[in-house]
């Protein structure tokens, strides 16, 4: 089994930045892709960033591109979301999510390619 633990969430003022920061543990050789999700108030979980294995190829949301990196340490078994430039609109609790499954082309920033989820990390980004 794999385990996920998010940390780095926290309150800013618009246009400032966060990091937030994914640790794996457990079976962590079984991981395919992982990726990063946001449920904002009253709204479903979407998908803002996702990688895959080597050679760590990325996909982002529209509202993420330009603003947000993604990025994986594979010694380390962790994975980062690096937020600039933040928006009220990117408040929302933001979930790492990983699949331990043969993966679809295409499915990159969909909830159902991932098995595996961490807690989430509250982000609240005020005006």
């Known amino acids: 089994q794999v385990r996920l633990v998010e940390s780095g969430g926290g309150s800013v003022q618009a246009g400032g930045s966060l990091r937030l920061s994914c640790a794996a543990s457990?079976?962590?050789?079984?991981?395919?892709?992982m990726g990063w999700f946001r449920r904002g108030p009253g709204m479903e979980r979407d998908g803002v960033a996702s990688i895959s294995p080597e050679p760590l190829r990325t996909w982002y949301a529209d509202s993420a591109k330009g603003r947000f990196t993604i990025v994986k340490d594979n010694a380390k078994n962790t994975m980062d979301l690096q937020m600039n430039s933040l928006k009220p609109e990117d408040t929302g609790l933001y979930y790492c999510?990983?699949?331990?499954?043969?993966?679809?082309?295409?499915?990159?920033?969909?909830?159902?390619?991932?098995?595996?989820w961490g807690q989430g990390t509250q982000v609240t980004v005020s005006s």
């Open positions: 457990g079976d962590t050789d079984s991981v395919n892709f």
């Open positions: 999510a990983a699949s331990t499954w043969p993966f679809r082309s295409g499915w990159y920033l969909r909830e159902v390619a991932y098995n595996v």
